[in-house]
């Protein structure tokens, strides 16, 4: 018998999610790429028939916005308010949520922050380039875990492609 303490599943979940955003990361990020991983996101939604809308950022900038059949204008809304999460905290929404929720406490009350205008909910990514927070990338439409596993996804798998190429 171990007296380790033994992980919630919240924190079983923190640890996986900020492990996403150490190894994902790149050297770096421009335009071209910004429309392959929007274009890898649109492909997989399509293919899976998920009613999502999709967005990324550098900065305030928008470089990329699709939305594909069953989104809505709520989904626009839920993304702008995750991405204000990640640029507030510099981690990804779900993994601010899982933070929180780990700690025994709720996002929307203990944050202090506008629950209308920001949400700590699976979707937005961190897009990091050697380290520095630089945009975000998103999804809205599904179930938060989904959207978040979606995005990382598409980035994992457009890392996986600059790794093969360099």
């Known amino acids: 018998m171990t007296d380790a303490p033994q992980l919630s599943a919240e924190e079983h979940l923190l640890e996986i999610l900020l492990e996403q955003e150490r190894s994902i990361q ?15 996101l649109v492909e997989l939604g399509l293919e899976r028939d998920h009613p ?16 594909l059949p069953g989104a809505c204008a709520d989904n626009d809304g839920w993304l702008e308010n995750k991405f204000r999460v990640v640029r ?5 929404s779900l993994a601010v949520g899982t933070r929180f ?18 949400a700590a909910h699976g979707g937005a990514f961190p897009l990091r380039v050697r380290g520095a927070l630089m945009g975000v990338v998103g999804v809205s439409g599904l179930a938060q875990q989904l ?15 600059h790794l093969t190429r360099g």
């Open 52 to 67: 999502i809308a999709i967005a990324i950022m550098f900065g305030d900038q928008r470089v990329f916005h699709a939305s």
């Open 26 to 40: 790149f050297d770096s990020f421009g335009f071209a790429d910004a429309w392959a991983v929007g274009s890898l």
């Open 88 to 92: 507030r905290f510099a981690s990804s």
């Open 147 to 161: 959207d978040h596993d979606l995005v990382v996804e598409a980035l994992a798998a457009h890392q996986a492609h």
């Open 101 to 118: 929720r780990a700690a025994g406490r709720d996002f929307d009350t203990s944050s202090r922050l506008d629950p209308r205008t920001h």
